[in-house]
């Protein structure tokens, strides 16, 4: 099982940035993609980005597109989310996740069934 910590939410007005970190341990093979979602209260969870790992192809859902950014170290042990532009409706606890490529290839990048492990989620809040 993999282990993840994330870090770098907090609250910050309509416009503004924000850098979320996702700190990864444990066994690499069950690291073939790395992803974020997010949880708004009364919401499903939601595919925000995924970067795969070993290439650092990367995957976007259509509310983020040109505001945020997934990255990862070079030593593909910590994974960012660089979120630029924020508006209210990106207030939501944020889940860095780890998915195996057997898993991925059957639900897709953004898809959260793709991935067993998780972190314990930070709080993003963006207000107007």
């Known amino acids: 099982q993999v282990h993840l910590v994330e870090s770098g939410g907090g609250s910050v007005q309509a416009g503004g940035s924000l850098r979320l970190s996702c700190a990864a341990s444990?066994?690499?093979?069950?690291?073939?993609?790395m992803a974020w979602f997010r949880q708004a209260p009364g919401k499903e969870r939601e595919g925000v980005a995924a970067i795969t790992v070993l290439s650092g192809t990367k995957a976007y859902a259509d509310s983020v597109k040109g505001r945020f950014a997934i990255s990862q170290d070079n030593a593909k042990i910590t994974t960012y989310l660089q979120m630029n532009s924020l508006n209210p409706s990106d207030t939501a606890v944020y889940y860095c996740?780890?998915?195996?490529?057997?898993?991925?290839?059957?639900?897709?990048?953004?898809?959260?069934?793709?991935?067993?492990?998780w972190g314990q989620g930070t709080q993003v809040t963006v207000s107007s």
């Open positions: 444990g066994p690499s093979e069950y690291r073939d993609y």
């Open positions: 996740a780890a998915g195996s490529v057997y898993s991925v290839l059957t639900w897709g990048r953004l898809d959260a069934n793709s991935y067993n492990s």
